[in-house]
């Protein structure tokens, strides 16, 4: 049996972002919860890696608390498995997992975008100022996590609730996926901005169809890019 590699320290402490031994009481647990998930999502904590709360608190500088629960957090992402005897793993990608995203994204966010248009002018708003971020961001792995907020953002305003929960809960293990992809071919980095101004475009102009056609050609970003185990 394979035992799960237990990361250096250093990779946390390269991570980009602040010093969460530095953050104020109510910010320390989200301090926390992004330098694991910026970790996880480029690939300084590979899949596999053990995620043991003693070493990961005295690397960060924090109690165990904080700590704790961002493992959690992560858990419900599915970014962190837990598995007995061995505690948190970070989780591994596959391509029978990609797949799998694929075909129920596929299903589920044409419904989410149609139920979400017309696209009210805060939508928009805050969607234009994701899109504007993601510009500027040469991380992989923090784009991954704004491209997640941005297609949130433009679904949660859908009249049904309990879909966008259902997409939300594809599109948190996807940035794994997303991050890989724009790893491997970092001209991603402007294909996914160019649909995503062709799909701002189709909002404003609250065209369906062709909000629809940028939506499913993006989606197939990581699918046609990746080959995994």
Same mark, same amino acid.
Request: proline share 7%; aromatic share 2%; no cysteine.
């Given at each position: 049996m394979?035992?799960p590699?237990?990361?250096?320290e250093?990779?946390?402490?390269?991570?980009?972002?602040?010093d969460?031994?530095?953050?104020g009481?109510?910010?320390?647990?989200?301090?926390?919860?992004?330098?694991?998930?910026?970790?996880?999502l480029?690939?300084?904590?590979?899949?596999?890696?053990?995620?043991?709360?003693?070493?990961?608190?005295?690397?960060?500088?924090?109690?165990?608390?904080?700590?704790?629960?961002?493992?959690?957090?992560?858990?419900?992402?599915g970014?962190?498995?837990?598995?007995?005897?061995?505690? @948190?793993?970070?989780?591994?990608?596959?391509?029978?997992?990609?797949?799998?995203?694929y075909?129920?994204?596929r299903?589920?966010?044409p419904?989410?975008?149609?139920?979400?248009?017309?696209a009210?002018?805060?939508?928009?708003?805050?969607?234009?100022?994701?899109h504007?971020?993601?510009?500027r961001?040469?991380?992989?792995?923090?784009?991954?996590m704004l491209?997640?907020?941005f297609?949130?953002?433009?679904y949660?305003?859908?009249? @049904?609730?309990?879909?966008?929960?259902?997409?939300?809960s594809?599109?948190?293990?996807?940035?794994?996926?997303?991050?890989?992809s724009?790893?491997?071919?970092?001209?991603?980095?402007?294909?996914?901005?160019?649909?995503?101004s062709?799909?701002?475009?189709?909002?404003?102009?609250?065209?369906?169809?062709?909000?629809?056609?940028?939506?499913?050609?993006?989606?197939?970003i990581?699918?046609?890019?990746l080959?995994?185990p």
């Amino acid at each position: 049996m394979n035992t799960p590699p237990v990361p250096d320290e250093g990779a946390l402490t390269r991570a980009p972002g602040s010093d969460p031994s530095d953050a104020g009481r109510g910010t320390v647990q989200q301090a926390v919860l992004q330098r694991l998930r910026d970790a996880i999502l480029s690939g300084e904590l590979p899949g596999g890696s053990r995620l043991i709360q003693a070493d990961l608190a005295k690397t960060l500088r924090v109690s165990a608390t904080p700590v704790r629960e961002a493992l959690r957090y992560l858990e419900a992402e599915g970014l962190v498995g837990s598995h007995p005897h061995r505690g @948190s793993v970070v989780h591994r990608i596959s391509q029978h997992e990609l797949e799998e995203l694929y075909d129920l994204r596929r299903l589920l966010e044409p419904e989410a975008l149609r139920r979400a248009m017309p696209a009210s002018t805060a939508v928009l708003a805050e969607a234009g100022q994701l899109h504007d971020a993601m510009g500027r961001e040469t991380s992989p792995a923090r784009f991954a996590m704004l491209n997640r907020e941005f297609h949130l953002t433009i679904y949660g305003g859908a009249d @049904s609730k309990r879909l966008v929960e259902m997409v939300r809960s594809l599109t948190n293990p996807l940035m794994a996926y997303v991050s890989a992809s724009l790893q491997l071919v970092p001209d991603l980095h402007q294909r996914s901005m160019d649909d995503h101004s062709k799909l701002l475009s189709a909002l404003r102009q609250n065209d369906l169809q062709a909000a629809l056609d940028a939506q499913v050609r993006h989606i197939r970003i990581p699918r046609a890019t990746l080959h995994l185990p």
